[in-house]
């Protein structure tokens, strides 16, 4: 059971430039998430799916597009990269029996740097 | 600001020594979680405790939920130089629309 993955690990871009992250988690969970991680700060949630084929609108999702088209994945687009969008991008599951918002697992994280 | 925020900020104890940490939050809440994330990680869950319950307990861990005031606190007991790690709270709110909100984190070091 490998849980939740991310790739790639890190990444650097260039402004303008685009990139997917993937997420992948083989636990069978209906609710997926992404989030954003700046320095000495908590999480803020990007965007979020209950389902596949489903994805809605987080606090900070401006900038980011996702897709949800496989039930195991969830993947976040950047369209046209930006310096404010380097971050570490940490992905979440969690069962649907919980609710929404119950526990979360989390992926190990995507380190990226706009340039 | 921040709906769970925690303090303190960084806390720095003694293997063997007790740690403590407090989050506050503003609205009501369907349930409160504790997570742990060591540098460069993503983060573990520690304990979930809901609305309708005032302690829970898991290993070393001890959480508190006060709703009268808005609080919680962890307690980590005896603990162990691999305890130190970032702690952050996150509130799962009542209000349909609202989302689980992370606070900043207290940074715990415990020195061997």
């Known amino acids: 059971n490998a849980g939740v993955t991310q790739t790639p690990k890190f990444r650097v871009l260039k402004t303008g430039q685009s990139m997917t992250l993937l997420c992948a988690q083989d636990?069978?969970?209906?609710?997926m998430y992404w989030y954003r991680q700046d320095p000495g700060m908590g999480l803020r949630l990007i965007h979020y799916?209950?389902?596949?084929?489903?994805?809605a609108k987080g606090e900070v999702p401006d900038g980011y597009n996702v897709s949800r088209l496989k039930k195991q994945n969830f993947l976040l687009g950047l369209e046209s990269a930006a310096p404010s969008q380097t971050s570490v991008y940490f992905c979440?599951?969690?069962?649907?029996?919980?609710?929404?918002?119950?526990?979360?697992?989390f992926g190990p994280g995507t380190r990226l740097t706009v340039l | 600001s921040q709906q769970g925020e925690e303090d303190p900020q960084a806390l720095s104890i003694q293997e063997g020594e007790n740690a403590t940490m407090n989050c506050s939050y503003k609205?009501?809440?369907?349930?409160l979680q504790w997570y742990r994330q060591n540098s460069g990680r993503g983060l573990v869950h520690l304990i979930l405790?809901?609305?309708?319950?005032r302690e829970k307990h898991s290993g070393r861990l001890r959480v508190t939920l006060d709703t009268s005031k808005k609080s919680s606190s962890l307690l980590i007991t005896a603990s162990r130089a691999a305890d130190t790690a970032s702690y952050f709270c996150a509130t799962a709110p009542k209000a349909a629309g609202n989302k689980l909100t992370f606070g900043g984190g207290t940074r715990v070091l415990v020195k061997p």
């Open positions: 799916s209950v389902g596949e084929g489903t994805t």
């Open positions: 609205t009501s809440i369907n349930n």
């Open positions: 979440a599951s969690s069962r649907s029996s919980g609710g929404l918002w119950d526990t979360q697992y």
């Open positions: 405790i809901r609305s309708n319950e």
């Open positions: 636990m069978n969970h209906e609710y």
